[in-house]
């Protein structure tokens, strides 16, 4: 027998099934607004971002601009933001504007900051920071997401001016943790004027290890609204007084990398040694060593020295002239000794190693003794980093119209020293406009 079989499906089933069609249906249409929202509107933001990111950019470095031309005359560095603060947010804001940034606090904001408030570079002077925050519009993505789009971006530059090595101070010592990296010990006064003294030394243990101290007899005076600076703690333990301010605990500071004189292709002139009571005058070029025995009178012509061997440069007494003068000592000291009359001045500006007197690098940390007697006078940079230094005078008044940078400075003798700084005396660093972070 044939069987027949038969399906039937009511009217009522078939609605049903088309009603759950439509919601999927309409699910998927959401769905895919929201995947064609992401794409649309993510691609959308990040090139946004990228066009906001080169706009932070180009802010800070015309701000930095402005801080590499600025003047600080014989101000520190860390004055640097103070001073140039409107000028610089000036410049950011008006760079920011011509990317279409407006700062108008609706659809986005421009935050300058001298010196950085976030990242790697927060309260480092001669560091300015841009941040931009702004809105976005979207075409899809406010279908399924009800929220604001914006975005952050943020740039760094560093803007450093025509500035000496040590920028604002006369005298500078780097050692960041030695007991006295700064010590006046004379019986006479000194004076230094025009610039600040820094010690670089946490050194925090009085009475015994401090940063900085004054253990002589004579007076120190500095300058009015000059200070006696110092990462650690300052002490009195002798009888003299020092007439100034004092800041105790500050940031310690690094001293910026400096370029080092080519002295390839330099005639070599060897040991060089004036005996007592002779008179004479020598090249500039490669030396071994130079010594200059007591009564001697020696003249330098200008130019460079470089000295190499491990006796360096030595007087003791007599007379020691050169007018537009570098000495470069990888190895070796400089011992000028004996009360001598001195009378040294580094190259002017235009001239190679303008404003460089004695230079030391930090490969070589023999000793820099400087001494003279009345009428004496050193003019330009003493840099050598690692290296102690030793200033003093025997009688009448010695002059160091210098900036003295070393491991530890000490200062004495029986002299009046008078230690003046002109940052125009000195050397220079050339400007930095540069993108940091």
């Known amino acids: 027998m044939m069987r027949w079989t038969y399906s039937f499906h009511s009217h009522r089933s078939r609605k049903v099934a088309g009603g759950q069609s439509l919601v999927i ?11 064609a929202g992401l794409a649309l509107d993510g691609g959308n933001i990040l090139m946004i971002r990228r066009q906001g990111q080169n706009a932070a950019d180009q ?16 101000q520190p560095l860390h004055q640097l933001c103070p001073l140039a603060n409107a000028q610089l947010t000036d410049k950011a804001l008006a760079q920011a504007a011509e ?10 904001w421009v935050t300058v900051n001298c010196p950085p408030t976030h990242g790697t570079y927060t309260g480092r002077p001669a560091q300015v920071e841009v941040t931009l925050r702004a809105q976005t519009p979207t075409a899809l993505i406010h279908l399924v997401y009800d929220g604001v789009a914006e975005y952050t971006v943020r740039a760094v530059a560093r803007g450093l001016p025509l500035r000496n090595i040590a920028q604002g101070y006369a005298i500078f010592g780097t050692d960041p943790d030695e007991c006295d990296t700064i010590r006046f010990h004379g019986s006479a006064g000194t004076e230094v004027i ?7 030394s946490s050194a925090n243990t009085p009475p015994s290890c401090v940063s900085g101290r004054l253990s002589g007899t004579g007076d120190v005076t500095l300058s009015v609204g000059r200070h006696f600076e110092l ?4 002490r009195d333990s002798g009888s003299g007084t020092l007439i100034g301010g004092v800041l105790e605990n500050q940031d310690q500071q690094t001293v910026p990398e400096v370029p080092t ?6 005639p070599d002139y060897g040991i060089y040694k004036l005996n007592a009571g002779n008179t004479d005058s020598i090249p500039p070029g490669r030396y071994r060593s130079i010594t200059s025995m007591a009564g001697a009178n020696l003249t330098f012509q200008p130019g460079l020295y470089c000295i190499y061997g491990a006796t360096g440069l030595q007087a ?28 040294l001045d580094a190259p002017a500006p235009g001239h190679d190693w303008a404003g460089m007197l004695f230079y030391l690098p930090a490969g070589n940390p023999s000793n820099v003794i400087l001494t003279g007697t009345a009428d004496t006078l050193y003019t330009g940079t003493v840099f050598a980093p690692n290296a102690p ?27 009046t020293l008078s230690v003046q700084y002109d940052r125009d005396d000195n050397y220079l660093l050339r400007p930095v406009v540069e993108l940091v972070e």
């Open 25 to 35: 249906f309409a699910l998927l249409l959401v769905a895919l607004a929201g995947i």
């Open 59 to 74: 802010a800070s470095l015309a701000a930095a601009f402005i801080m590499s031309r600025f003047d600080l005359g014989e």
């Open 99 to 108: 990317y279409g940034y407006q700062n108008d606090a609706h659809d986005d």
């Open 194 to 200: 025009g610039g600040d003294i820094f010690s670089n």
């Open 231 to 234: 990462a650690g703690a300052y």
């Open 261 to 266: 004189p080519d002295c390839s292709g330099m």
């Open 316 to 343: 003791n007494g007599g007379t020691l002239t050169g007018n537009g003068v570098t000495f470069y000592l990888t190895n070796g000291p400089v011992e000028i000794q004996g009360n001598p009359l001195v009378t």
């Open 389 to 415: 230094i030793s200033i003093s005078g025997d009688t009448g008044t010695v002059g160091y119209r210098t900036q003295v940078i070393g491991r530890t400075v000490e200062v004495g003798g029986n002299a």
